[in-house]
């Protein structure tokens, strides 16, 4: 070891003068510093016994340090040595006094028996007085008298937690003396319920509060805030010695929170008085005056309500926050309604533009105290996708709808102009029947081009319309395309019986009782005309075989009222009357068969029933055979039984006056029920040339 440290101090001298050598033959570079050499000489000196110094001093330093260090190790062994014997001795008393402590136990437990009396002379006043007292609290809470209510009431609940304590640190296993108290102090947590029903209403009411009695909301406040800190030492206690009085923690403070939140919900909720049934502009009412609700309640909060909660609360940005979730959640729930175009447009516009602005809740009020930039969207940016979406598809369906309505529009004008022009064009043939070609044809297709018409809007309507109630356009549409379809089958009909007027003037003449085929022709005309209108598209082609079906039956009946033949015996009577019946079965047959197997009997009936009344051969049963027909077609009228007995040829002027008197005493009301057949048939009064030629001329109308 000292081999080692001699080479190295030998090391060190030798580094030393190098460096000494070094530092002389920089400062004697030049001649003239020889000169200096004395003046180098002190100055070097003088730095040595600068350093020799400050070394002695810090040699002296250290060795002061190491001096006090070991006298300190001196004393603390010397310490150790006196602690270590008085433990020691401390082991050994305590050794000595084990049976000793072991006899304590009993005044232990007379220490905590007389720390519970203690504490029960303590309370000994408020203990008896209970009854008394919870009366009085009572009295108190219903006079709103909420601070000296809460007082009482803490002095009730401080007497029964430190019985219930006292109880717990003697025996906290004896549950029957701990109910004892609880059951004797019962009516205080009714009492704690019944002021916290009243805090919350006050709460619930804080807008309106805080105008009209601010120290009222200010008496809410320190009572939760009184009861926060009781809360605190509570659950600070349970830790020392596991013991809660019941009831706690109460945590009315979050509580309040809750409340004053579901204070600003149900305001932001209720502001909905009107719905889209009522009004069309609801949501825009509903936002304005969401807008004016939140706006001016947030300045009562900063102006007023601030000033009756503590500064640790942060009430104005709490109730910004509030606010603005109730108003998120609203907007959401309105979201999911079924909205129309416009409203998805009036929402968008609030939420995004009008609610961040000036006119809420960027209000100069209220700026100073929030940066509105920090709130969260009202809605999720995917929401407002959604309703965008939407609101290009409702565009979409109105610009369709609204196409498909001026489409219906034009319709209608020109199913106007349609109809006309049908007119003009059955005129035109009228004129010249040879003229245009193809009449028949071509007024079958206006007719099927009113079904067509029809199934092409229903299609389009279907396919566009959002809408199922109809439209104005739709009734008037479909009236003139009715009337147009009428029309044509009329014109058709017009058509037929143009052709068959020659025959229908022969029957019922001395010339179709001797063996006229007029009603053969008649049947055959029809088929054929019936062969080309199988084109007509249905229901008009049913009506027009119905319609034509009647007027064949009315012409046929009209010749009879017309008296064309009077029957001279009852030869001919029988004859004629056979005649009818069989041509009523030809009708029958020919409609039956036009109409594919349909029921068509009922008007044929009413020629065999004309037919039974010339038939008869016993005159004096007359009478009953009349009545007959009058029951079975009660529109018969006494002009047409006169025509028909005058037609028979063989009543006499008394015979027709007794039936007609009997008939009118016993007139059958026509209910309507069926068809009428003889209402519209006429019994003319003038010479049958005149009847002819006004047939003739109603035909060609």
């Known amino acids: 070891g000292c081999s080692n440290s001699n080479f190295a101090m030998e090391e060190t001298n030798r580094e030393a003068v190098a460096t000494a050598v070094q530092r002389v033959a920089g400062m004697l570079q030049r001649s003239d510093q020889l000169d200096k050499v004395e003046q180098y000489r002190r100055r070097e000196a003088r730095k040595k016994a600068s350093v020799e110094a400050r070394l002695k001093a810090a040699i002296q330093s250290q060795l002061d340090g190491v001096r006090t260090g070991l006298t300190q190790l001196h004393n603390a062994l010397v310490d150790v040595k006196d602690i270590q014997s008085s433990l020691a001795d401390v082991s050994k008393d305590w050794r000595q006094s084990i049976n000793t402590i072991e006899n304590l136990k009993d005044v232990k437990d007379a220490v905590v028996q007389h720390s519970q009396l203690a504490s029960a002379v303590e309370n000994l006043k408020n203990i008896f007085s209970v009854p ?170 900063k102006n007023l309500m601030v000033q009756c909660f503590p500064p640790h609360y942060n009430t104005f940005r709490r109730f910004f926050c509030l606010y603005h979730n109730a108003v998120s959640a609203r907007v959401k729930e309105l979201t999911s309604e079924d909205l129309e175009a416009n409203e998805i447009v009036s929402l968008l516009t609030w939420v995004l533009n009008t609610y961040k602005s000036t006119e809420m809740m960027g209000h100069p009020e209220l700026c100073a105290e929030c940066d509105v930039n920090e709130l969260e969207p009202l809605l999720p940016q995917d929401v407002v996708d959604e309703l965008l979406i939407c609101l290009f598809s409702c565009c979409s369906s109105l610009f369709k709808e609204q196409v498909l309505r001026l489409c219906l529009k034009q319709m209608n004008s020109f199913l106007i102009r349609y109809k006309e022009e049908a007119v003009a064009y059955k005129e035109e043939h009228l004129r010249d029947r040879q003229l245009p070609q193809c009449y028949v044809q071509y007024m079958i297709a206006i007719i099927n081009n009113c079904q067509t018409f029809k199934e092409s809007i229903n299609s389009l309507k279907r396919k566009y319309s959002q809408s199922s109630e109809p439209t104005m356009s739709d009734a008037a549409i479909e009236k003139t395309l009715n009337e147009v379809a009428k029309e044509g089958c009329q014109f058709l009909l017009d058509e037929v019986f143009l052709d068959l007027e020659h025959h229908l003037n022969e029957l019922l003449t001395r010339k179709w009782l001797t063996g006229s085929h007029a009603v053969d022709t008649i049947c055959v005309t029809v088929e054929d005309y019936f062969n080309d209108f199988n084109k007509i598209k249905k229901p008009f082609n049913q009506e027009m075989t119905s319609e034509a079906h009647r007027r064949v039956v009315m012409e046929y ?145």
């Open 132 to 301: 008394e007292i919870v009366n009085e609290t009572q009295l108190l809470i219903e006079q709103a008298e909420l601070l000296q209510a809460h007082r009482k009431l803490m002095d009730l609940e401080c007497s029964r937690d430190d019985l219930m304590y006292e109880q717990y640190r003697m025996d906290s296993k004896n549950t029957s003396d701990m109910n004892l108290i609880r059951i004797y102090f019962e009516d205080v947590q009714a009492l704690s319920d019944e002021l916290a029903k009243q805090l919350w209403m006050v709460l619930q009411r804080s807008m309106v509060t805080v105008r009209r009695d601010p120290t009222m909301l200010v008496s809410v406040v320190r009572i939760i805030e009184r009861e926060e800190k009781i809360d605190r030492r509570m659950l600070d206690r349970k830790k020392q010695t596991g013991f809660i009085p019941p009831g706690r923690p109460k945590q009315w403070k979050d509580k309040m929170f809750k409340v004053l939140e579901g204070t600003v919900s149900t305001r932001i909720e209720g502001t909905q008085s009107v719905t889209r049934e009522v009004d069309k502009m609801w949501l825009v009412r509903l936002l304005e005056i969401t807008r004016k609700y939140v706006l001016d309640d947030l300045i009562v909060v």
């Open 557 to 701: 009946i009209k010749a009879v009222m017309q008296k064309r033949i009077t029957f001279k015996n009852a030869d001919e009577r029988r004859e004629g009357a056979d005649r009818m019946i069989k041509e009523a079965d030809q009708f029958k047959f020919l409609f039956r068969k036009l109409a594919g197997g349909e029921d068509t009997d009922r008007l044929c009936d009413a020629i065999a029933a004309i037919a039974e009344v010339f038939k008869l051969t016993d005159p004096t049963l007359l009478y009953l055979e009349v009545t007959t027909l009058v029951s079975k077609y009660p529109d018969i009228r006494e002009e047409h039984i006169l025509a028909l007995l005058a037609v028979r040829g063989d009543a006499s002027r008394e015979m027709r006056q007794m039936i007609i008197e009997t008939l009118s005493q016993n007139k059958m009301s026509y209910t309507g029920v069926t068809q009428p057949i003889f209402k519209d048939i006429t019994v003319p009064t003038i010479s049958m040339t005149s009847v002819t030629s006004m047939a003739t001329a109603k035909l060609l109308k």
